[in-house]
């Protein structure tokens, strides 16, 4: 990826901003306006940053063998701790949305294109190019994990593992970014951990209510 020109103090800005609209501003929009303008923004900050996402031959090729082969190491992980009483019962205990919504627009859109282009992509490339690939990463990390304070608190989640946990898995999907030069190889690992365990959830939810 081809360094930036912007100034420090104008990355840590960019990333103030995004963890500021993620706790502060997106919740408070209406529910029905809050992925377009998610996806609308993140694609603007790609376009005013010249963020290169790689989705063009070959770049995009080694994101979708990279991508593909993290996902499905992901998604097997996450069935596997299904098998866990304590998993199962934090997933019992949710109150999930309409799943087809859920599946087919909420997470590929609102989630995964949202964040990876407005972290990975236009935040990553500022941030490389400013303060070089290991604390550029460190930066948009960061603020990766600081964004999902907002979600914590909602949910219940201890903050500190989640913003630990977030960041991350932000180093990860900027590292998938790096190696293969498309954001296809992130946006993959992501979506299969977001669908995955959305698939969990929605399976021990409704085996519970045929025990009931």
Do not use: C, K
């Not at 990333?15 to 919740?27: D, K, N």
């Not at 593992?161 to 970014?177: E, I, S």
Request: glycine share 12%; charged share 15%; hydrophobic share 50%.
């Amino acid at each position: 990826m081809g360094r930036s020109q912007t100034p420090p103090v104008r990355v840590l800005t960019l990333a103030a901003a995004l963890v500021g609209w993620s706790g502060f501003v997106g919740p408070r929009l209406a529910p029905r306006w809050q992925l377009p303008v998610h996806a609308v923004l993140s694609a603007a900050l790609v376009v005013l940053t010249r963020a290169p996402l790689g989705l063009r031959p070959p770049a995009l090729g080694r994101g979708l063998r990279l991508g593909l082969a993290v996902g499905g190491a992901v998604t097997a992980g996450v069935a596997a701790t299904t098998a866990v009483p304590r998993v199962r019962g934090a997933m019992a205990g949710r109150d999930l949305p309409d799943p087809a919504v859920w599946l087919l627009v909420r997470i590929p859109i609102g989630t995964v294109w949202s964040e990876e282009a407005a972290f990975r992509a236009a935040l990553g490339t500022v941030a490389d190019g400013a303060f070089g690939p290991r604390w550029g990463r460190l930066v948009q990390s960061a603020a990766f994990g600081l964004s999902h304070v907002a979600d914590a608190r909602r949910t219940g989640e201890p903050v500190l593992g989640t913003v630990l946990a977030t960041g991350a898995a932000g180093w990860a999907f900027g590292w998938l970014y790096a190696r293969s030069g498309s954001l296809a190889a992130p946006m993959l690992a992501h979506l299969a951990i977001n669908e995955a365990g959305a698939v969990a959830a929605l399976a021990v939810r409704r085996r519970g209510s045929r025990t009931r």
